[in-house]
């Protein structure tokens, strides 16, 4: 019995470490996906020519979307579990993230 006491805090700690490089990760990620939002405006302004009060509304819609799915995914983690909703939210953005700059290919 002593054996699983003395694994214990090493195991918890690889937790703590673990956890930490979660939450970095996705800081990270957010952090990202608001500068690429920020550097594409121009180009999506030009393409559709819009006006820059248009633009600060998409910036505007972005925010308000991420905004409004927080409440949705506490409400989850704690139905589901903190780290499937984590992972299922890393999933989604990485394949958004891949499939976006493919949308509308054909049409080049």
Known sequence: MSENNDNQPLQSNRNKWGVLIAALFAGFTV???NSLMNVALPHFMQLYTLTAVEGQWIITA?????????PLTGYLS?????????????LVF???????P???????
């Not at 990485?94 to 976006?100: E, N």
């Not at 493919?102 to 080049?108: D, L």
């Open 78 to 90: 704690k139905r589901v579990g903190s780290k499937k909703i984590f992972l299922l939210g890393t």
């Open 94 to 100: 990485l394949v958004g993230s891949i499939a976006g």
């Open 31 to 33: 952090v990202l996906n």
């Open 62 to 70: 972005f925010a308000l979307g991420m905004t409004l799915v927080m």
């Open 102 to 108: 493919f949308h509308g290919i054909s049409q080049v």
